[in-house]
């Protein structure tokens, strides 16, 4: 099992806040209601992180530590819904201080995108950020349940055509693709 321990250590608002690199980071990004927090429960075996019915306005950098050792960085995603333009500002400087300040601590940046929806530009923005700091990415295609598997197969080749990743299609519901990630965890983390 990759996870013996974790626990949450900070959520910060400002690079400030960031907790001293250790021996890495695997940060997860992706829209408000997506499955993030789901997927970070399941990674770590216990609830860490908050499931939300609503989508939640967070807009901290949420680290936690694990094994003593690496952090898993929850990085705030986009609302559900039309953003404003200050938002959107706010939450590109977000991720490009995370970015520039860790990227050579970065040993994977996950992201979540909805099974059932096109690449969002929220998506696209930030596969294009990881391109830019030369990040090691995966795609998790979340909520594989809801689709069949005629229309799966055309999603995991839509996205891995859109972004030229890796994708590991996913379910909480079905546990589909956990062992996948876990794997991918555990080969860049070694
Ligand atoms: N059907 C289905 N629902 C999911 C899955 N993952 C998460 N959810 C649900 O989606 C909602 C949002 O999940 P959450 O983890 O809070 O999303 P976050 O906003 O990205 O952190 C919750 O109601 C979850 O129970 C999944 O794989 N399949
Ligand atoms: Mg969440």
Redesign the pocket.
Known sequence: MLVKSARFLVAAHTVEQFPEPLKGDVCFA?R???????LLNILCNQKL?K???T??KTRTINFYLINERYYFVDLP?YGYAAISKAERQRWKKLIESYFSLRKNEIKLSVL?VDSRLTAQESDKIFVEYCEHYGLNLLIVL??T??LSETQLKKVVQYFSDEFGSEVIP????NRRGVKEIVERLVKVLE
Do not use: F, H, I
């Open positions: 992706g408000s209601n997506v499955g993030k927090s789901t992180a499931v939300s019915k989508p939640g995603g979540l979340s909520k349940d809801k996913y379910s909480a519901l």
